[in-house]
């Protein structure tokens, strides 16, 4: 299948933490991404991780992959008003297609 | 470097009325995707060029809905006739050679509304 589960909001302090999570599951997936989109725009590449790893970190963005269970997450260290957006992740498939999520709003409060 | 350019931004038309959209890819990018994305829901694919060839088009509703990309550089998406259904984002897209399957480049989108 190419469903890719994501709750959908998460409310923040600035300078906390945050953590996204998602489900995929396509077991055969080769990279898993992160994507960003800000209001009105298109989306933005954040970060991806090989199948093969379980753990990605790129300055404030850490990826945990849990290959078990289908599980991938984002935590975003000390959180900005510049991190408010919707964050999707997204999986390749067989059909060598991007299949995305739905979507995680992410509002920071200053 | 410019990014990839899609026109309009935003387009208003009535019902039954035909609507086109134009994207120009990252300079020397040969694949390009159009995704339509729904209120509240993730990109999904449209159709896949691979230069001029269109390469996955398996979820373009062909009966209303055509693109081309005739010289495998800018593309076009129409609608015709267009449907209340239709309100949406259309996302274009662009990755180059030698990239892994996921790493896409996005347009800011043009935003359909169907009344």
């Known amino acids: 299948g190419e469903d890719v589960e994501q709750s959908l909001f998460l409310s923040v302090r600035e300078g906390d933490s945050s953590v996204i999570n998602c489900t995929y599951t396509d077991s055969s997936s080769t990279y898993l991404y992160w994507y960003k989109q800000e209001p009105g725009a298109g989306l933005q590449l954040l970060t991806y991780i090989f199948s093969n790893m379980d753990m990605k970190q790129d300055q404030r963005l850490t990826v945990l992959l849990n290959k078990k269970d289908k599980h991938l997450s984002l935590r975003i260290a000390d959180t900005q008003t510049g991190d408010s957006a919707i964050y999707f992740c997204?999986?390749?498939?067989?059909?060598?297609?991007?299949?995305f999520g739905k979507g995680n709003q992410v509002v920071v409060i200053p | 470097e410019a990014g990839v350019v899609q026109s309009p931004r935003y387009k208003i038309i009535e019902k039954k009325q035909p609507v086109a959209f134009w994207c120009n890819p990252i300079s020397g990018h040969n694949t390009l995707y159009w995704y339509l994305q729904n209120l509240g829901q993730g990109p999904e694919l449209l159709i896949r060029?691979?230069?001029?060839?269109?390469?996955?088009d398996s979820q373009l509703p062909k009966d209303r809905f055509s693109a081309e990309r005739l010289k495998g550089v800018d593309s076009t998406l129409k609608i015709q006739p267009a449907e209340l259904g239709d309100s949406a984002v259309y996302l274009c897209?662009?990755?180059?050679?030698?990239?892994?399957?996921?790493?896409?480049?996005f347009g800011e989108g043009s935003r359909l509304t169907v009344l």
């Open positions: 897209a662009s990755s180059g050679r030698g990239t892994n399957t996921g790493e896409l480049f």
């Open positions: 997204a999986e390749t498939t067989r059909r060598n297609r991007l299949a």
């Open positions: 060029y691979e230069n001029e060839e269109a390469v996955d």
